[in-house]
């Protein structure tokens, strides 16, 4: 039992069969895609089932069938269910080295275009978009890029669109810049208020917010860049191969691909259409 979780513990112990909660599960997951078009039945297994527990503790009910309906005659307690789904674990250059590599393998291309079109994919709060926008800035062609940033969480994305974070994680986000190869000083970006850090509105000029969810909705431009890193991971296998023939689709001649450190294009429909720039990084290059 030394790796069994919270949820599991209490689940044995109010003597929740396996198969009945896979089959209340399933209930949930297919009610709310027939009552309001959101999609989780292909999530991962694992992942979808703990917040699922979390959500029926929190609500303070019992079962998960408890929760569908609740879930289905109270549109607050939907709402609260839908953003447990979302993950929106980010950070200022999350990965420095990831964005260093992009900025010395990927950015020389981009110079070369009269404009760029960067999808970000999943991207919660917001952080990294500011981050690709110092970046891009420092590069001298942000003016050029318009930067789109969709999610599935409308609550998320209007923390992304205000462009304040806790002043607390400034030194965190700093120390993330430098090591991403950032040029300039971290602080200049922002101003500090009453209501924490916000990052100077020359950053959000170009960027584009909206809701889009990534198991339903279809490509909505062709793009040279896509960054969808650590969202993947929650997919089970079927709906990352979906979600990368949404990618594909979507990225123009010589696209770039960005996908989390612990994802992976291979096993999917497009491994074979695309180059490595970075292995280690995951940065890939359409070609064909």
């Known amino acids: 039992m030394d790796n069994e979780t919270f949820f599991d513990r209490k689940i044995r112990h109010a003597g929740y069969d396996e ?20 999609d989780f039945r292909n999530y991962a297994y694992n992942s979808i089932r703990r917040r699922i ?10 079962t998960i069938s408890a929760l569908l309906n609740k879930a289905l005659h109270n549109p607050d307690c939907l ?3 839908i953003a447990s789904f979302s993950i929106n ?38 952080e990294e ?5 110092i970046l891009l800035h420092e590069e001298g062609i942000y003016d050029k890029t318009k930067i789109y940033a969709t999610d599935i969480n409308s609550s998320a994305l209007k923390t992304a669109k205000a462009g304040i974070y806790p002043l607390e994680s400034m030194k965190k986000y700093t120390s993330n810049y430098l090591r991403a190869g950032g040029e300039g000083v971290f602080s200049d970006y922002y101003t500090v208020t009453d209501n924490g850090v916000k990052f100077h509105s020359y950053l959000s000029k170009n960027m ?24 993947l991971i929650y997919f089970n296998k079927d709906l990352q191969k979906k979600v ?29 259409h695309y180059e490595i720039i970075s ?10």
């Open 53 to 62: 527990w979390h959500r029926v503790d929190a609500e303070k009910l019992t």
């Open 79 to 81: 709402q609260r269910l």
């Open 19 to 38: 198969v009945l909660e896979k089959i209340e599960i399933n209930l949930l997951l297919q009610g709310i895609y027939e009552w309001c078009g959101y």
């Open 129 to 133: 978009v500011y981050s690709m926008a």
């Open 208 to 231: 584009v917010f909206a809701q889009h969810n990534l198991v339903t909705d279809s490509s909505f431009n062709e793009f040279h860049v896509i960054l969808c890193r650590n969202v």
């Open 89 to 126: 674990v980010t950070e200022m250059f999350r990965d420095p080295l990831f964005f260093k590599a992009f900025r010395e393998q990927v950015v020389p291309m981009l110079k070369t275009y009269p404009s760029i079109r960067i999808w970000h994919a999943g991207c919660a709060t917001g």
């Open 279 to 288: 292995k280690q990084h995951k940065l890939y290059k359409k070609v064909k």
């Open 244 to 272: 990368h023939n949404l990618f594909y689709e979507s990225l123009g001649a010589f696209g770039i691909l960005g996908i989390g450190d612990k994802e992976t294009i291979m096993q999917t429909d497009h491994d074979q």
